[in-house]
């Protein structure tokens, strides 16, 4: 199974999606709440709400340890949850797809198990200049533990990576390449396929941080053929607390556990600990059952709406924002890359991006202000942050129109 689909190149009734989200009902200081802050986090569909009760009211139970009628149930519950995940980025085995805390989780635990192992003082790691502060910091823990080097490839003026910077960087002293797909704070889609490409000619594995691309376009994981890729529940309409890292299975069965305790065991003596077989060799501990569960459901609701209807949807209403915030004299953007997805940040003349996004909330739109955990982008930039929108399926052209004139009253009042 792939990324099936119901509705395939449709545009969506955004108005009965809407329906499926409660949330979008939300009053905000009295007025219809306005959410533009999906890639900090998405909100969640009926069926991912009923998930999570109907787990903790009908068979709330610990996994993989019970004979048990409700443990079994649960273990699954759980298991279907792998499986649907796993179908839906197309992996080739079931066991390739780790349950993780979420992104952050999963590239720590990549850094820390492939570094042990297979880094050491002299070796690479070729990171981008656009990276999220947890696909920068675990490699920075690794690298200095091994005495190894951490290396970035550049950006330009447009946010896009420099890829003669990243032909020049990939020498044969990299031992590993972690990019992300698309950018949390420019919205820049990478060229993920040349730079797994390119580094596998050389023998190099390739980590992606797709906590910012899973929600937005299909991903087919055979054909992307990344070594890793590491995802959060909750930017794909799922729970807090759960995410996903796929990694091949040539490279998690020669890595050693990232943790230790129960469920990642065969046999514990005293002597010698004997580790369980994958996935559980990196699933120690009671996971957050609910949670993947739940992410089951909400790969379901994708599945069922259709991840390219989904992407087509959000690249008009994202076309039809940055149409209309260009047209506003004094907003300038930060990231101009030809290929994009999902956010768009921008400054507005000289208006702190603090002041701006107050402003708006008090109109009831939520943006995210700040540098968006890419400070290194921020001094790219020379900014102390920017004003971020970003969107969803369910976001409309007319929440763009408020957030148009949530700025040109702010500009009234500020500038
Ligand atoms: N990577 C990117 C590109 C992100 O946008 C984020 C979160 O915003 C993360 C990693 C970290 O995700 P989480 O906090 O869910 O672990």
């Given at each position: 199974m792939t990324n099936s689909e119901t509705i395939t190149d449709s545009v969506l009734d955004i108005e009965k999606i809407r329906r499926?989200?409660?949330?979008?009902?939300t009053k905000v200081y009295g007025k219809p709440l306005i959410y533009l802050d999906n890639a900090a986090t998405t909100q969640k569909p009926q069926p991912v709400l009923e998930s999570l009760h109907n787990y903790y009211t009908h068979y709330n139970s610990n996994v993989?340890?019970?004979?048990?009628f409700l443990s079994q149930q649960a273990t699954e519950a759980y298991e279907v949850a792998r499986r649907k995940i796993a179908g839906y980025i197309n992996a080739?085995?079931?066991?390739?797809i780790i349950f993780t805390k979420g992104t952050t989780n999963g590239i720590n635990l990549v850094a820390a198990s492939f570094g042990k192992k297979f880094l050491k003082a002299g070796d690479e790691v070729l990171i981008s200049a656009m990276e999220h502060h947890s696909n920068i910091v675990p490699w920075q823990l690794i690298c200095e533990e091994k005495g190894a080097t951490l290396k970035v490839i550049p950006i330009d003026e447009a946010g896009e990576l420099k890829m003669d910077g990243f032909d020049e960087l990939?020498?044969?002293?990299?031992?590993i390449v972690a990019v992300t797909?698309?950018?949390?704070?420019?919205?820049t889609v990478n060229p993920v396929h040349e730079i797994i490409q390119k580094a596998h000619a050389v023998n190099v594995p390739v980590l992606i941080d797709a906590a910012q691309a899973i929600q937005h376009m299909p991903i087919d994981i055979q054909q992307l053929d990344a070594d890793f890729l590491a995802f959060s529940g909750h930017k794909i309409y799922g729970p807090t607390g759960v995410g996903i890292l796929y990694g091949k299975e040539k490279w998690l069965n020669e890595m050693p556990p990232y943790e230790g305790g129960?469920?990642?065991?065969k046999n514990v003596t005293f002597a010698k600990t004997t580790y369980n077989e994958l996935?559980?060799?990196?699933e120690a501990g009671t996971p957050d059952i609910s949670g993947g569960i739940a992410l089951g459901a909400a790969i379901d609701y994708v599945q069922h709406v259709g991840i390219s209807a989904i992407q087509q949807a959000e690249e008009e209403v994202v076309a039809y924002a940055y149409d209309r915030l260009s047209a506003i004299p004094s907003l300038r953007f930060i990231g101009d890359a030809k290929h994009r997805s999902g956010a768009i940040s921008f400054l507005v003349g000289n208006i702190h991006p603090f002041d701006l996004g107050e402003i708006l909330d008090k109109q009831s739109i939520a943006v995210r202000t700040g540098h968006h955990c890419t400070q290194p982008v921020m001094d790219f930039f020379q900014i102390p942050g920017t004003v971020r929108a970003s969107f969803a399926f369910y976001n409309t052209k007319a929440e763009v129109d408020a957030l148009v004139d949530g700025i040109e009253k702010a500009k009234r009042m500020l500038e």
């Open positions: 499926d989200f409660p949330i979008l009902k993989h340890r019970g004979v048990h080739r085995h079931e066991h390739e990939l020498t044969d002293k990299v031992k797909y698309v950018s949390n704070s420019l919205g129960g469920d990642m065991i996935p559980f060799k990196f």
